[in-house]
């Protein structure tokens, strides 16, 4: 905490905390895609299977998870700032851990150790981007998950070359690792200064039994006469609420981002009898257009306004992947997935941003809410597809995760803005104007 206050001025210009939050999106994304194409070197190096090293993965998610529920309380009672830098800076010390692994299990446990901290990042960060959001006042989450997915790029690149070079993992990873303790570093110095002191609101003395606060009644289980709830418990229950739905539609993006990530390439090679070349380019599709659809969604949130958005990127997405599946050719597989990838593009950033600004003094759990679903949905997807593939063909499971992004664009309105919904409720509660004679 001291090291954040050290590093980190209290007052940057918005323009400065955005390009330090952009500096912890593109961290996080090099982490991920570094450690992503090293591991064929990992499973040869300790002479993994298949099965093994699947369990060995497990680790980073079973850790992404355990991070995510420590973190919200921490982001809430300290700020973003001060659990963000940190934990940027240990990002690049754990991604070397791994290679250094004698077997399984402490392989395991360092993956572990890595999904924890990346997941805590992850929750931290995007709290981050929202306080800065709401400083611009106006919507720029979109482009912080863009550069995200620039970073993942970047670190993949960065593998795959030092693999094509014959440089051991663990020289890899320093590498990389030291380039990402400098971007912490250098991010740290324009990150802003999250008081959660300025969103926690003053406490009020519960009102006596039996009168009416905000108009909310709760009956005792001793039969006794309603107990009011005081507006800062209602609005906290609305909040917890709110944010479970915001992680239900993530769990549906992300399920779809899986589902991509693991079997594009096997249905338009095995199912539509493309080349193993021209199978690579469905998910490639996928990923260019989640990224360029990024960099478009601010300026489309803010002419549309999130609702719109979620609700056309929603159709866009179940339309562009479920008509390339019925007409069944590699080229409208390849145009679909792409479709598919524009479409869940702004959903994600707009789901987190509705999360931290649905209460600023939850902020924290509402997005590890929302993160910690989202995550089970991008682990659950690939399982999910494979199930029902077995029992209904490929082609035909790929249509869940169109369904699923179509019951998002339905669900749209759960993203609306706190201060539009403030101001629908003040126009249905408050009371007529009275005649003037």
């Given at each position: 905490?001291a090291?954040?206050?050290l590093?980190s001025p ?9 390009v330090?939050v952009?500096g912890?999106f593109?961290l ?5 895609g570094?450690?992503?194409a ?7 190096g300790?002479h993994?299977s298949?099965?093994r090293?699947s369990?060995?993965?497990?680790g980073?998610?079973?850790g992404?998870i355990t ?7 921490l ?6 700032d001060r659990?963000m ?17 004698p ?9 572990f ?5 990346h997941?805590?990042?992850d929750?931290?960060m995007?709290?981050n981007?929202?306080?800065?959001e ?5 919507p ?8 995200f997915s620039?970073?993942?790029f970047a670190?993949?690149?960065?593998g795959g ?6 440089v051991s993992?663990g020289?890899?990873f320093a590498v990389?690792?030291?380039?990402v303790?400098t971007?912490a570093l250098?991010s740290?110095?324009?990150?802003m200064?999250d008081d959660?002191?300025?969103?926690t609101?003053?406490p009020?003395?519960?009102p006596?039994?039996?009168t009416v606060?905000?108009g909310h009644?709760t ?6 006469a309603p107990r009011?709830?005081d507006?800062?418990?209602v609005?906290r229950?609305r909040t917890?609420?709110?944010?479970l739905?915001l992680g239900?539609?993530a ?13 594009s390439?096997?249905?338009l090679?095995d199912?539509l009898g ?7 380019a469905?998910y ?7 990224t360029a659809?990024?960099?478009?969604g ?9 609702v ?7 159709t866009l997405?179940a339309?562009?992947l479920?008509?390339?599946l019925?007409i069944?050719?590699p080229v409208?597989?390849v ?5 598919f990838?524009?479409g869940?593009s ?8 509705a999360?931290g600004h649905r209460?600023?003094?939850q ?5 590890a809410?929302?993160a ?5 949905g991008?682990?659950a997807?690939p ?13 035909y499971?790929?249509?869940v ?7 998002v664009?339905?669900a749209a309105?759960?993203?609306r ?9 003040a126009?249905?509660?408050a ?7």
């Open positions: 905490m090291l954040t206050a590093l209290a007052r940057p210009s918005p323009l400065r905390a955005r330090a952009f912890l593109l996080a994304g090099m982490a991920i570094t450690w992503t090293r591991i064929p070197a990992i499973k040869s300790l993994l298949d099965g090293l369990l060995g993965l497990l980073i998610a079973a992404a991070g995510m529920q420590v973190v919200g309380r982001v809430d009672r300290y700020g973003s659990v830098i940190p934990m940027a800076l240990a990002q690049g010390v754990v991604l070397v851990i791994p290679a250094y692994m077997g399984l299990v402490t392989l395991a446990l360092a993956l150790l890595f999904g924890a901290v997941g805590t990042l929750v931290a995007n709290a981007a929202v306080v800065v709401r400083a611009y006042g106006k720029i989450m979109s482009s912080f998950h863009a550069v620039i970073g993942g670190g993949a690149a960065a070359l030092f693999a094509h070079a014959g993992p020289v890899t990389v690792g030291a380039v303790l971007i250098l740290s110095r324009w990150a200064r959660p002191r300025r969103h609101p003053p009020t003395d519960p006596p039994s039996g606060a905000a009644l009956e005792p289980a001793d039969g006794r009011s709830l507006p800062v418990t609005r229950r917890a609420g709110g944010a739905f239900v539609l769990f549906c993006c992300l399920v779809g981002e899986g589902a991509s990530a693991d079997w390439s096997v249905y090679r199912d493309s080349s193993p070349g021209f199978a690579a469905g490639a599709a996928f990923s260019i257009m989640m659809g990024r960099f478009a601010d300026r489309l949130a803010a002419r549309l306004g999130p719109m958005l979620v609700r056309c990127c929603g997405a339309a562009g479920a008509i390339s019925l069944g050719r409208a597989g145009i679909g997935f792409g479709l990838g524009a869940l702004c959903i994600i950033p707009q789901v987190f941003s999360a209460d600023p003094a902020a924290g759990r509402a997005l809410t929302v910690s679903l989202g995550y089970t991008f682990l997807g399982v999910l597809i494979g199930g029902t593939a077995e029992l209904l063909t490929l082609p499971a790929l249509f995760p169109a369904v699923l992004a179509l019951f664009a339905f309105p759960a993203v803005s706190p201060r539009t919904q403030a101001a629908g409720e126009s249905t509660t009371p007529p104007p009275r005649a003037h004679a």
